[in-house]
């Protein structure tokens, strides 16, 4: 068995590895922990590295040592093991920083990148050196196996380096989800497509069609508040934003946002159309995420251990029926347009079109609906319920159970 001999050496005289920056920093609060307690206790565990210096494992000690002025630090030869120096730098790294699967897969991405331009070089002139850098360079099932990442991750994390950095980075440093960067980096490809059928179920409000439609093609945002007594169309509204715009659009309503919060749902799915009911309802911690985001698309949380500070554009479209409950500082976000009550044969035609297009109604079952509703009820959602229960009651004894006599 081998002894391991630990020198003391001036940390002038080391230098991190050209190939380090592929492995992500500590963060700011996790660095600031690491620096205080190297201070305070020194450093105990060896860095690693090559003959000529190049510190192959133990950067961040190497960084403290420096910005410390230490004099002398714990090294050791690194114990390759076979393995070429940049490999076994990549190995030490998954092996002790606690990285998430996302982090991993760019860190795999980067190393592809990497390998491919040494493979790339100029300036190895020798057709040998060449064909020998290439065959070091990964494959894709090696990057997987090192990393310990599944392809598809890879993939995906290749994907958003090439398509937008600034997001890979973020990926990189555990700021957001690969997911998450990967739909947006997939975004300009995917133009959001206003279909013609976009509020047909909606009579009337043209000029609120009109406004909407322009909000959702411009090219910044123009957020946009619905208002007025129930039963107008608003929610409507809302459904139909939300079924031609998929994944980029989540739902919520005030009066139950999340347990997470706001932050939270817009962090982890970093929607680019954010839809509100009953916004006179959000509770104050969410109301001022939502300030926030639509005034500088940014959300900021400072509280201790659930840091958040996310650069993020974002789209709101909302409806209230009590805009007088919102502060002066809401209201001032928002474009509000005020809705006024459907016609006795407006209400008649929208209930018969949501029936057939939502619920699958057969156009007799929603026309017989409509007629039962007929000065009873002014809310579209009188009308889904009936047609819900219909199969198991009846029309006119659901109504009849739902609304009373």
């Not at 660095?31 to 305070?40: E, G, K, S, V």
């Not at 190497?62 to 714990?74: I, N, R, S, T, Y």
């Not at 251990?305 to 909302?318: K, P, S, W, Y």
């Not at 809401?330 to 209930?351: C, G, Q, T």
Request: proline share 5%; with cysteine; charged share 30%.
């Amino acid at each position: 068995m081998s002894v391991v001999r630990i020198r003391r050496v001036d940390p002038k005289t080391l230098k991190a590895h050209p190939l380090a920056y592929i492995i992500p920093d500590m963060r700011a609060s996790e660095w600031q922990d690491f620096y205080t307690d190297i201070a305070l206790r020194g450093i105990k565990v060896p860095l690693e590295v090559l003959a000529d210096g190049t510190v192959v494992d133990g950067r961040h000690r190497l960084k403290a040592a420096l910005e410390l002025g230490m004099k002398e630090v714990p090294a050791i030869d690194a114990p390759l093991n076979g393995d070429k120096p940049e490999v076994y730098m990549m190995k030490a790294a998954v092996l002790r920083r606690h990285l998430s699967d996302d982090q991993r897969a760019m860190i795999a991405a980067l190393w592809k990148e990497e390998n491919k331009k040494q493979g790339e070089r100029t300036d190895l002139t020798s057709a040998r050196c060449r064909a020998e850098v290439k065959d070091a360079s990964p494959t894709r099932s090696e990057a997987t196996k090192l990393f310990n990442v599944s392809r598809r991750k890879i993939d995906k994390a290749t994907y958003v380096q090439k398509r937008n950095p600034e997001l890979a980075e973020k990926v990189h440093k555990g700021e957001i989800a690969l997911s998450n960067a990967y739909r947006q980096a997939k975004a300009p490809e995917e133009k959001m497509n206003i279909p013609d059928d976009l509020f047909g179920d909606i009579i009337g409000h043209d000029e609120v069609k009109e406004l909407l439609r322009a909000c959702l093609l411009a090219e910044k945002p123009v957020h946009v508040l619905l208002a007025g007594p129930p039963a107008l169309a608003k929610t409507l509204f809302l459904w139909d934003i939300e079924r031609v715009s998929g994944e980029r659009a989540i739902w919520l309503v005030g009066s139950a946002t999340s347990k997470a919060g706001l932050w939270d749902v817009v962090a982890d799915r970093q929607p680019s159309i954010v839809l509100i009911d009953e916004l006179d309802k959000m509770n104050a911690a969410d109301t001022a995420a939502l300030l926030s985001m639509m005034e500088g698309d940014r959300l900021v949380r400072a509280k201790v251990g659930r840091e958040l500070n996310l650069q993020h554009e974002i789209r709101v479209v909302a409806a209230t029926n009590r805009v007088h409950m919102l502060s002066p500082e809401l209201k001032s976000r928002f474009a509000i347009r005020e809705m006024h009550p459907y016609s006795r044969d407006e209400y008649l035609v929208v209930v018969k079109g949501v029936l057939m297009r939502r619920d699958g109604a057969a156009p007799e079952l929603a026309e017989e609906i409509a007629k039962r509703l007929d000065g009873r009820s002014q809310d579209v959602r009188d009308a889904v319920r009936v047609v819900r229960l219909a199969p198991q009651l009846g029309v006119e004894k659901a109504v009849k159970l739902l609304l009373g006599e």
